[in-house]
């Protein structure tokens, strides 16, 4: 029997403050669990009018799946939530795209009508579970040379990157990240940040981490206000001798959670649910494993020719910054401007951090608030880099369109 | 003057080994931009299997942290103060240990005064204060609390009470004056007097919102994270707390008049703490809220009062001794072999199908989860036996105790046989429950021990046969024990295990390990006539017979023994046991000791006469005991008449006696198993810490035995 696809909607989003994965972060002595855990529940404060039995499915991704980010984080999350039984759930794991996966796997079910809302999010604790924990490659990777070895290393990747396309100078980068910084501080300023944050309670039982008890994170813990060129200048480059990457234009080593409902359109307004994005295409796309930085742009080309757009009709860009080069080869691809008003608004991962199969989430609802700020823009994407080599991009249209046409240039320019 | 610092630096002295708690202050932004707040974290360091308490040293902590806090609020650097627990424990209240040392009332004025010291200043504070009650609250704990301006409470919050009724003692920390002056008198004295006197009966975190002792509740999975929430909404004002209106007329009266209503039932004026509490409660009438400045300082010093009266007291010590008892003792019994040698019981035998043999087949798959299979003499029988017990898994089904699936595997477990050998060929452990009588119990073991493998332990619910005769015709004897359930099974916890003549190691750790599992508090006894609650109850009931026989009234019979806050009269009891049975029991005993126990002739004719008791119940007398015309018609009395006071001590005479006897016999290893076993088998007093603690207090035993029954210190202040 013929059906029809039906349209999916980024209902909501919320987040936990993002920390600093170590011993002196704000979440040392927090499971991963209970991150998600708080974000599922502030979604289902947040929206009310949501029977919880009515979710269909919970899929949450974490790229370590063991310890407290394994046991089928899904399921054991939603019980933990406080959801009925009834609900199931699931682990997923795209590395950097886990949560853009979960969204976008979970979109692919919704409008098939397998579901009718979900939710989809994600998790990384990376001070519980550092880079690389467990990891055992296969050697047929080095031996049959099938990718280089700093594929592993994802600083090394950028690292790669500059080398491939080299007028995208550290100098760029470290511009590029100062922007962030800047820009993230204004979001913060304007209240922009925070409305998506779940608070979240902490425990510290380390006198040399700072104060001892219990406390509440806030806001992102990562953010560097007031950096400078001169700041960052000096900083190692840690990836490579005289290399370009530096802690200050690449995303931190963090621990966070988000957490998305993503619904059929008709069911969201049938049951009275805000529609703050309406997904219109998505497409994951696989590079050198060395240069997975570059992932996005074959991900974008991709999905813009399957939606039949072109990069001018996309008003608002939310691009992970993993690393300002990968950020910056996207914008070179496209020759849109280091600096262009469309680009992460908000600022982006090099300020607030990456909790790696987190971060997806977080990209789209920064993006659904500047819809809901701008509704001259009809179309944007967020966007990643993967580690591995590839890229994901979801195409979204903004549900408070107005205009008649698709609006950035009259917007932003 | 001596400050507050010094106070405790001297109490400290006196507790070396106290587990302390620290008061650690850390500040945070609330949300919604309400400012900078500091919240304490009352921690001792340890997991939550070790609850947060408040000793002296404790104590200063908190005094230092509120000394920070203090300055802060004043400077206007912080907007307010919370205070809350580690992961699942809030504060479990005064270190019971710390209170145990104190030997002097000054020292004991000392703690009660420090405690209100330290407390009372977090009322004072520039800026509001909010418990947050995350985890277990008990006394001291849930105190710290009261002096603050706002409370929330945990959705997952397992246990919140005040204790200290129940203990000997009263909420002397501002409970008393705080409490009834937050949520009304009515429910304070349920919280303070009748949760406490009954078997401390703990509060959820539900009922404590409802209660109103909690402005709000907040579930666990982010139970601070919304109370700090719900605070920045308070100090922005966008939430208004309502507290009810105080009635501080008649109804403030009739509350303490209730709480008085109901510690008489419970203890009938034999221990003070109860009273104490109610005249606090009384005299906090008039005190207005905290908030409105009333004069604190005198309420509270009539705590502190009670508190150094109650804790210098025997009563005190007596709950604490049983406080031990049940907590302590209870889970490592006195004598037990080594729980190695215990054999797996993965089946289990019950001989007979009576009513007792179905309550136990009940408790055994409900328990140990295993198959249970009765035996009888004919099917009828054990049909009905089978039935009786997938009646009562029902009744657990239907009281949502059980799920389906439970229920439906309990069924399963539980069935019934008529050929013995089928039934118990592959049993670990074959329990008998069929008439009292030698020769039958002797030739159901024959039977059972031709059929059961080797290893299999054969136990006896006998409450008054002599184990060792029962076992002495069979092969193996070493594998009987003695098994003696308390009626209702279900309900009281006590377990005797008796020890026959030959009993070895591996049979009696077996015993023991099927009476964990079976959740009782199993106390090693010798094969000694009735054991050890029969025997005591026996005499205790015989005595009053003898001076009902020899012209005493039954009221001032009655009445007389009161003051031992036994769960129900002795007259009662023996309805409930059944006259027949009493009768039974007290003609074994008269073989046993006809020196000591009698056999009355006027309970013989009660009997005779078919009458199921003293007393007859009417409605238009509310159901109170009224002595049966019919009885008092059969009753043949002397001509001595004795006061209550002169029965109580001829009935405490008796009852000391024979516990010096049964010690001297070795019965049991110490008096304490005596206590353990009253508490745990007949509900006899915590309070009075079972009976000998009170029988050393009133001079009985030194009077009767020449010597006290509990070294000095065990439950009472130490020399």
């Given at each position: 029997m013929p059906r029809t696809a039906r349209d999916v909607v980024f209902v909501d989003g919320?987040?936990?403050?993002?920390?600093?994965?170590?011993?002196?972060?704000?979440?040392?002595?927090?499971?991963?669990?209970?991150?998600?855990?708080?974000?599922i529940?502030?979604l289902l404060?947040r929206n009310?009018d949501l029977d919880p039995a009515k979710i269909d499915e919970v899929a949450l991704a974490?790229?370590?799946?063991?310890?407290?980010?394994?046991?089928?984080?899904g399921?054991?999350?939603g019980?933990?939530?406080?959801l009925p039984?009834s609900v199931p759930g699931f682990?997923i794991?795209r590395?950097?795209a886990?949560a853009m996966t979960a969204v976008t796997s979970i979109a692919g079910g919704v409008s098939f009508g397998a579901y009718d809302i979900a939710v989809a999010g994600g998790?990384?604790?990376?001070?519980?579970?550092?880079?690389?924990?467990?990891?055992?490659?296969?050697?047929?990777?080095?031996?049959?040379?099938?990718?280089?070895?700093?594929?592993?290393?994802?600083?090394?990747?950028?690292?790669?990157?500059?080398?491939?396309?080299?007028?995208?100078?550290?100098?760029?980068?470290?511009?590029?990240?100062?922007?962030?910084?800047?820009?993230?501080?204004?979001?913060?300023?304007?209240?922009?940040?925070?409305?998506?944050?779940?608070?979240?309670?902490?425990?510290?039982?380390?006198?040399?981490?700072?104060?001892?008890?219990?406390?509440?994170?806030?806001?992102?813990?990562?953010?560097?206000?007031?950096?400078?060129?001169?700041?960052?200048?000096?900083?190692?480059?840690?990836?490579?001798?005289?290399?370009?990457?530096?802690?200050?234009?690449?995303?931190?080593?963090?621990?966070?959670?988000?957490a998305s409902l993503i619904a059929a359109e008709d069911v969201a307004r049938e049951l009275g649910l805000p529609v703050k994005m309406r997904l219109v295409d998505y497409a994951f796309?696989?590079?050198?494993?060395?240069?997975?930085?570059?992932?996005?742009?074959?991900a974008?080309?991709k999905a813009l020719a399957k939606a039949g757009l072109?990069?001018?009709d996309i008003?608002?860009?939310?691009?992970?910054?993993?690393?300002?080069?990968?950020?910056?080869?996207?914008?070179?691809?496209?020759?849109?401007?280091?600096?262009?008003?469309?680009?992460?608004?908000?600022?982006?991962?090099?300020?607030?951090?990456?909790?790696?199969?987190?971060?997806g989430v977080?990209l789209m609802t920064?993006l659904a608030?500047?819809f809901e700020?701008?509704?001259?823009v009809r179309y944007g994407i967020t966007?990643?880099?993967?580690?591995?080599?590839?890229?994901g991009t979801v195409i979204w249209e903004n549900p408070h369109w107005?205009?008649?046409?698709n609006?950035?240039?009259?917007?932003?320019? | 003057?001596?400050?507050?610092?010094?106070?405790?630096?001297?109490?400290?002295?006196?507790?070396?080994?106290?587990?302390?708690?620290?008061?650690?202050?850390?500040?945070?932004?609330?949300?919604?931009?309400?400012?900078?707040?500091?919240?304490?974290?009352?921690?001792?360091?340890?997991?939550?299997?070790?609850?947060?308490?408040?000793?002296?040293?404790?104590?200063?902590?908190?005094?230092?942290?509120?000394?920070?806090?203090?300055?802060?609020?004043?400077?206007?650097?912080?907007?307010?103060?919370?205070?809350?627990?580690?992961?699942?424990?809030?504060?479990?209240?005064?270190?019971?240990?710390?209170?145990?040392?104190?030997?002097?009332?000054?020292?004991?004025?000392?703690?009660?005064?420090?405690?209100?010291?330290?407390?009372?200043?977090?009322?004072?504070?520039?800026?509001?204060?909010?418990?947050?009650?995350?985890?277990?609250?008990?006394?001291?704990?849930?105190?710290?609390?009261?002096?603050?301006?706002?409370?929330?409470?945990?959705?997952?919050?397992?246990?919140?009470?005040?204790?200290?009724?129940?203990?000997?003692?009263?909420?002397?920390?501002?409970?008393?004056?705080?409490?009834?002056?937050?949520?009304?008198?009515?429910?304070?004295?349920?919280?303070?007097?009748?949760?406490?006197?009954?078997?401390?009966?703990?509060?959820?975190?539900?009922?404590?919102?409802?209660?109103?002792?909690?402005?709000?509740?907040?579930?666990?999975?982010?139970?601070?994270?919304?109370?700090?929430?719900?605070?920045?909404?308070?100090?922005?004002?966008?939430?208004?707390?309502?507290?009810?209106?105080?009635?501080?007329?008649?109804?403030?009266?009739?509350?303490?008049?209730?709480?008085?209503?109901?510690?008489?039932?419970?203890?009938?004026?034999?221990?003070?703490?109860?009273?104490?509490?109610?005249?606090?409660?009384?005299?906090?009438?008039?005190?207005?809220?905290?908030?409105?400045?009333?004069?604190?300082?005198?309420?509270?010093?009539?705590?502190?009062?009670?508190?150094?009266?109650?804790?210098?007291?025997?009563?005190?010590?007596?709950?604490?001794?049983?406080?031990?008892?049940?907590?302590?003792?209870?889970?490592?019994?006195?004598?037990?072999?080594?729980?190695?040698?215990?054999?797996?019981?993965?089946?289990?035998?019950?001989?007979?199908?009576?009513?007792?043999?179905?309550?136990?087949?009940?408790?055994?798959?409900?328990?140990?989860?295993?198959?249970?299979?009765?035996?009888?003499?004919?099917?009828?029988?054990?049909?009905?036996?089978?039935?009786?017990?997938?009646?009562?898994?029902?009744?657990?089904?239907?009281?949502?105790?059980?799920?389906?699936?439970?229920?439906?595997?309990?069924?399963?477990?539980?069935?019934?046989?008529?050929?013995?050998?089928?039934?118990?060929?592959?049993?670990?452990?074959?329990?008998?429950?069929?008439?009292?009588?030698?020769?039958?119990?002797?030739?159901?073991?024959?039977?059972?021990?031709?059929?059961?493998?080797?290893?299999?332990?054969?136990?006896?619910?006998?409450?008054?046969?002599?184990?060792?005769?029962?076992?002495?015709?069979?092969?193996?004897?070493?594998?009987?024990?003695?098994?003696?359930?308390?009626?209702?099974?279900?309900?009281?916890?006590?377990?005797?295990?008796?020890?026959?003549?030959?009993?070895?190691?591996?049979?009696?750790?077996?015993?023991?390990?099927?009476?964990?599992?079976?959740?009782?508090?199993?106390?090693?006894?010798?094969?000694?006539?009735?054991?050890?609650?029969?025997?005591?109850?026996?005499?205790?009931?015989?005595?009053?017979?003898?001076?009902?026989?020899?012209?005493?009234?039954?009221?001032?019979?009655?009445?007389?023994?009161?003051?031992?806050?036994?769960?129900?009269?002795?007259?009662?009891?023996?309805?409930?046991?059944?006259?027949?049975?009493?009768?039974?029991?007290?003609?074994?005993?008269?073989?046993?000791?006809?020196?000591?126990?009698?056999?009355?002739?006027?309970?013989?004719?009660?009997?005779?006469?078919?009458?199921?008791?003293?007393?007859?119940?009417?409605?238009?007398?509310?159901?109170?005991?009224?002595?049966?015309?019919?009885?008092?018609?059969?009753?043949?009395?002397?001509?001595?008449?004795?006061?209550?006071?002169?029965?109580?001590?001829?009935?405490?005479?008796?009852?000391?006696?024979?516990?010096?006897?049964?010690?001297?016999?070795?019965?049991?290893?110490?008096?304490?198993?005596?206590?353990?076993?009253?508490?745990?088998?007949?509900?006899?007093?915590?309070?009075?810490?079972?009976?000998?603690?009170?029988?050393?207090?009133?001079?009985?035993?030194?009077?009767?035995?020449?010597?006290?029954?509990?070294?000095?210190?065990?439950?009472?202040?130490?020399?």
């Open positions: 919320v987040r936990t403050p993002f920390g600093k994965a170590g011993p002196k972060g704000i979440y040392h002595e927090t499971r991963a669990d209970d991150l998600v855990v708080k974000c529940r502030e404060r009310p974490a790229t370590t799946q063991i310890g407290d980010q394994g046991l089928t984080l399921r054991t999350a019980i933990l939530a406080g039984q682990s794991d590395m950097c886990g998790v990384e604790h990376m001070g519980r579970h550092p880079m690389g924990e467990g990891v055992d490659p296969n050697p047929r990777f080095v031996s049959e040379k099938l990718v280089d070895q700093s594929a592993l290393f994802m600083g090394m990747t950028a690292e790669n990157l500059h080398d491939r396309l080299p007028h995208l100078t550290k100098e760029r980068a470290d511009a590029y990240a100062v922007r962030s910084q800047e820009k993230a501080a204004k979001a913060y300023a304007n209240g922009q940040i925070q409305a998506d944050l779940v608070p979240v309670s902490v425990r510290r039982t380390n006198a040399e981490a700072g104060e001892i008890g219990w406390g509440l994170a806030t806001a992102d813990e990562p953010m560097r206000p007031g950096t400078t060129l001169e700041n960052l200048a000096g900083l190692k480059t840690p990836f490579r001798p005289h290399g370009r990457v530096t802690a200050g234009n690449a995303a931190g080593l963090n621990d966070g959670a988000t796309a696989g590079v050198e494993p060395e240069v997975m930085g570059i992932g996005p742009v074959p974008t080309e072109t990069i001018d008003g608002l860009f939310e691009i992970n910054e993993a690393f300002a080069v990968q950020v910056l080869s996207l914008l070179d691809h496209y020759g849109i401007a280091d600096d262009d008003p469309r680009v992460n608004q908000y600022g982006g991962a090099i300020a607030f951090g990456h909790p790696l199969a987190s971060s977080r920064q608030r500047q700020e701008q509704p001259h966007t990643m880099c993967v580690g591995f080599g590839m890229g107005s205009g008649a046409t609006g950035h240039r009259e917007g932003n320019k | 003057m001596t400050t507050t610092a010094e106070l405790l630096k001297g109490a400290a002295e006196l507790f070396p080994d106290e587990v302390v708690t620290q008061a650690h202050v850390r500040h945070l932004d609330l949300p919604k931009g309400a400012g900078r707040f500091a919240l304490i974290t009352l921690d001792n360091g340890l997991d939550h299997t070790k609850p947060t308490t408040f000793g002296p040293q404790s104590l200063a902590h908190l005094n230092v942290a509120i000394d920070q806090v203090e300055k802060e609020a004043a400077d206007g650097g912080i907007v307010g103060v919370g205070i809350t627990g580690k992961p699942f424990i809030f504060a479990v209240g005064a270190d019971l240990k710390g209170v145990e040392l104190l030997k002097r009332h000054e020292d004991a004025l000392a703690i009660g005064k420090g405690g209100h010291d330290v407390f009372t200043r977090l009322s004072g504070l520039a800026v509001p204060t909010f418990a947050y009650y995350n985890g277990a609250a008990m006394g001291g704990g849930v105190e710290v609390g009261l002096h603050c301006s706002y409370r929330t409470v945990s959705k997952a919050l397992p246990a919140f009470s005040l204790p200290e009724v129940f203990l000997g003692l009263v909420p002397g920390w501002g409970g008393c004056v705080l409490l009834p002056n937050l949520i009304g008198p009515d429910r304070a004295v349920s919280v303070i007097i009748e949760n406490s006197l009954n078997q401390n009966k703990q509060l959820k975190g539900e009922q404590v919102f409802d209660l109103g002792i909690a402005d709000a509740l907040f579930e666990g999975a982010d139970f601070l994270e919304q109370s700090l929430i719900w605070t920045a909404s308070v100090l922005t004002g966008e939430t208004e707390v309502a507290r009810p209106e105080l009635d501080r007329g008649a109804a403030w009266d009739e509350a303490v008049a209730r709480g008085k209503a109901v510690a008489d039932g419970k203890v009938h004026g034999a221990a003070p703490a109860a009273y104490r509490a109610l005249d606090i409660i009384a005299a906090a009438k008039n005190a207005g809220s905290a908030r409105e400045g009333f004069d604190t300082e005198t309420l509270f010093a009539l705590e502190n009062v009670a508190l150094a009266d109650l804790i210098m007291g025997g009563e005190l010590r007596s709950g604490l001794y049983a406080f031990h008892l049940v907590q302590k003792r209870a889970k490592r019994p006195a004598g037990a072999p080594d729980k190695a040698l215990a054999r797996p019981v993965t089946k289990v035998g019950v001989v007979g199908a009576g009513l007792m043999a179905s309550q136990l087949a009940l408790l055994f798959a409900r328990r140990l989860e295993v198959p249970v299979v009765l035996t009888d003499i004919d099917q009828a029988r054990i049909d009905k036996g089978v039935e009786y017990v997938h009646g009562e898994i029902d009744k657990l089904l239907l009281k949502g105790r059980v799920n389906q699936d439970k229920a439906n595997r309990l069924k399963g477990l539980v069935t019934g046989h008529l050929d013995k050998a089928a039934a118990f060929g592959d049993a670990d452990f074959v329990i008998e429950a069929v008439f009292e009588e030698m020769g039958v119990k002797q030739q159901v073991f024959a039977e059972v021990e031709a059929v059961v493998p080797e290893h299999a332990i054969l136990a006896t619910n006998t409450s008054s046969l002599s184990v060792t005769e029962m076992a002495s015709k069979l092969k193996n004897p070493e594998r009987v024990v003695g098994f003696h359930f308390f009626n209702p099974v279900a309900i009281l916890p006590l377990l005797e295990i008796v020890r026959a003549e030959k009993t070895d190691d591996a049979s009696l750790a077996t015993a023991f390990a099927v009476a964990k599992s079976l959740k009782k508090t199993a106390v090693l006894v010798k094969d000694a006539p009735a054991f050890v609650v029969n025997r005591i109850l026996t005499r205790f009931m015989g005595e009053i017979q003898n001076v009902i026989d020899e012209g005493t009234s039954v009221a001032v019979a009655e009445k007389a023994v009161e003051p031992l806050g036994l769960p129900m009269s002795p007259l009662v009891l023996l309805e409930l046991v059944g006259p027949a049975i009493g009768l039974h029991v007290s003609e074994t005993l008269h073989g046993a000791f006809p020196e000591r126990f009698t056999v009355s002739p006027n309970l013989k004719a009660v009997v005779d006469a078919g009458k199921r008791g003293f007393y007859v119940y009417s409605a238009e007398n509310g159901f109170k005991p009224e002595l049966d015309p019919e009885v008092a018609a059969l009753l043949q009395q002397g001509d001595a008449v004795l006061t209550e006071e002169q029965v109580r001590d001829r009935v405490l005479d008796a009852v000391a006696q024979e516990i010096g006897l049964m010690l001297d016999e070795g019965v049991v290893a110490e008096a304490q198993d005596i206590d353990l076993c009253l508490i745990t088998g007949a509900g006899w007093p915590f309070h009075l810490g079972g009976i000998t603690p009170y029988l050393d207090r009133a001079g009985v035993s030194e009077r009767v035995t020449g010597k006290k029954f509990l070294a000095p210190g065990l439950a009472s202040v130490p020399a």
